[in-house]
């Protein structure tokens, strides 16, 4: 059974790209229903510039946002785990959901082709609102 607000924590591996947009997205989607992290098992040093404007497109300023490191304590305390490209990197504990989304990484790509992963990131985030808040 989920808590009151689940817990949902996107992990890639810069957390520079997708994990972030997933972030941003589910925070901005959600509403203060479910609270949500990012992570990375090698953090990069900034985000993907490209990754910031095609949030920007949409009204979502993730410039102060920075990769953040993946940590046992970050696993813990989320319900659900969804990975991108880089699941044999999460620890895994027993009595939390765990999903990998198979999505292509933004990193040296422009904004053409990293709009239609945040378009992608956006379908599967709405799908996973439905299932986390149903009956709230």
Request: glycine share 6%; aromatic share 4%; charged share 25%.
């Amino acid at each position: 059974m989920m808590p009151t607000i689940p817990e949902v924590l996107f992990v890639c591996v810069h957390n520079a790209g997708r994990s972030q947009m997933a972030a941003a997205l589910l925070d901005h989607h959600a509403q203060g229903r479910v609270h949500v992290r990012s992570a990375g098992s090698q953090p990069a040093d900034q985000l993907n510039p490209a990754v910031v404007a095609a949030m920007a497109e949409m009204g979502l300023d993730i410039s102060k946002e920075f990769p953040k490191p993946l940590t046992d304590d970050v696993v813990r305390a989320a319900d659900v785990v969804i990975t991108m490209g880089c699941g044999d990197a999460c620890p895994i504990y027993p009595g939390k959901t765990y999903l990998d989304w198979q999505l292509d990484d933004p990193a040296g790509k422009d904004i053409d082709d990293v709009r239609p992963i945040r378009d992608q990131i956006e379908a599967r985030v709405k799908a996973l609102i439905a299932e986390l808040t149903t009956g709230t």
